[in-house]
Structures are given as structure tokens and as C-alpha cells.
């Protein structure tokens, strides 16, 4: 400590209290009397049957899940179920968008939708998804105006696609849903 300056001295310590203040493992999390299992063994049952943590040597056993493309996002499910009728110009998972191409029911033949969805955050609420939706209306081939459709066409999309993934998440939950048993001490 002789050789450290104040500086030095109070990065450390600054860095220190961040990284203690991250873990998980100082975190309080109160519990009711029964929930946590005593012995090591049924802890070690019960976080893997809830899915959580890891195990090591495990080469031939199944393993934890099963993560196809974007199956464990209700939200991008939902929203690719809603708008299964349209052709997709781009549907990139990572970035978190999907973009139509320009479609005609056949009813009109001069007009055209677009619709654009960012995913702003994976959880299901009203806020996470920006979804913008595009009219074209053409004259002539070479005329045309595109405008943006703020009228209640996105709203009603928005709460549709939100009602099939609150759905897609109950039926996974139900699904994956395991009784856990708690063996008796001793």
C-alpha cells in the first residue's frame, strides 16, 4: 500500500466495489421456509430441472434446450405468424427487424403495404415493438406517393401480434413446466 498513489488507490477500490456490487451472489433473495432444498444433491435436482446452471462432462446425456431459430422469442414467433400472407423483403433475427415487401390484395390496383417491425426489447409489452406501416398509391407506373400509415391499422397489428405472443409464452411456460419434489432429510 506504501507504493500505490491516491489515484491508484481509489481506482482499485472503485473497480472493486463495482465488481462486487455485480455479482448475483451478494443479492439478497428472501425465501419462504421449505422453497430451497437442504442437501447439496437436491439443490443441484432441482436448478437443473428448473433449467438453470450447468453441467460439465456431460458429452453423451441431452443437453439443457433446444434453441432453433428464434423459437425462444414469442414476440418474433408472433410477428411472423401475424404476417405469414406478405413476402419478406428482409427478416434478420439478430438485428431485430422484419421488412415486408410491398403488397397487393389484387382488390386495388394502385395501391400497395409495406410494413417494417423493430424488436426494441424481447419481453411482451406494449412498448417493444416499433412497427411502421407504409401505403403506395400509384397513377401511372411512374407516378406514385408513399406515405406512412399512423392511422389504427398499426395499432391493431401491434395488439394482435402482442395477443399470440402472450400466448406462444403461456403455452411454453405450460409446457416446459415440471413438478419438482423435494426429497425428505436425512
Request: net charge positive; proline share 3%; charged share 25%.
Amino acid at each position: 500500500m506504501k507504493n500505490l498513489t491516491r489515484l491508484q488507490f481509489f481506482s482499485l477500490l472503485g473497480i472493486l466495489l463495482l465488481v462486487l456490487n455485480s455479482c448475483q451472489a451478494l443479492k439478497y433473495k428472501p425465501t419462504k421456509a421449505g422453497e430451497v432444498p437442504v442437501s447439496g444433491a437436491d439443490r443441484v435436482k432441482k436448478n437443473i430441472e428448473e433449467g438453470r446452471g450447468f453441467r460439465l462432462m456431460d458429452i453423451g446425456k441431452q443437453k439443457g434446450g433446444i434453441f432453433d431459430f428464434a423459437s425462444s422469442n414469442e414476440l418474433w414467433r408472433a410477428s411472423l405468424d401475424t404476417i405469414d400472407f406478405m413476402p419478406l423483403v428482409s427478416a434478420n433475427y439478430s438485428g431485430g427487424i422484419i421488412i415486408t415487401d410491398w403488397y397487393n390484395d389484387g382488390s386495388s390496383n394502385n395501391q400497395s403495404v409495406k410494413i417494417s417491425i423493430r424488436f426494441l426489447t424481447n419481453e411482451i409489452r406494449s412498448d417493444a415493438l416499433d412497427i411502421k406501416i407504409f401505403t403506395k398509391e400509384c397513377s401511372t407506373i411512374i407516378d406514385c406517393k408513399v406515405y406512412e400509415n399512423k392511422g389504427n391499422l398499426v395499432f391493431e397489428l401491434k395488439k394482435s401480434i402482442l395477443k399470440k405472443a402472450a400466448l406462444y409464452k403461456k403455452q411454453n411456460k405450460d409446457k416446459n413446466k415440471k413438478p419438482y419434489v423435494m426429497s425428505k432429510p436425512g
